[in-house]
């Protein structure tokens, strides 16, 4: 039997900034994003009896893990590198969590590429004790520009 693949798309609203970058993206700016997310089963084969016979995953599962992990946590955050070496990331994080607004940190510059290798990384860890592969991760910054993070399988 062939390999078959599901995807399903999210899509959210956040703010960013990119230490030392030489363009307008230095400034805080935000995005909507758009993720798609990829997943098989890693048995190679379809699940063969009750509910879910004939899936790979429940499209119900599969929304209701990357909400929890990746958008509900995200949208309409800023998201900052925590240790930035751009002092106006840090204030600018300090005066939101101040004010109870949603912020949320990481050990990275937050570019598209990175963090779609850490939503990859994430859903990874979420559905390995579930017997699914994260096939690929596809995060849009804007509609036209994306990075993709792709499974090591």
């Not at 990746?70 to 101040?98: K, T």
């Not at 559905?127 to 596809?138: A, G, P, R, T, W």
Request: proline share 3%.
């Amino acid at each position: 039997m062939s390999k078959v693949t599901v995807s399903k798309e999210f899509s959210w609203d956040m703010a960013h900034i990119l230490a030392e970058h030489e363009g307008l993206c230095k400034n805080l700016h935000g995005h909507t994003y758009k993720m798609r997310v990829t997943v098989a089963e890693k048995r190679g084969s379809l699940e063969d009896d009750g509910a879910a016979a004939g899936m790979v995953i429940d499209f119900k599962d599969l929304k209701q893990v990357v909400n929890q992990e990746i958008v509900e946590p995200l949208d309409h955050a800023f998201i900052y590198w925590g240790n930035s070496p751009d002092e106006v990331e840090h204030q600018i994080a300090r005066l939101l969590s101040n004010a109870e607004r949603k912020v949320f940190e990481v050990e990275f510059r937050p570019t598209a590429e990175m963090m779609a290798s850490y939503f990859l990384s994430l859903l990874e860890d979420s559905f390995d004790n579930l017997d699914i592969e994260v096939v690929s991760v596809k995060l849009w910054e804007t509609p036209t520009s994306y990075a993709e993070a792709r499974g090591e399988n």
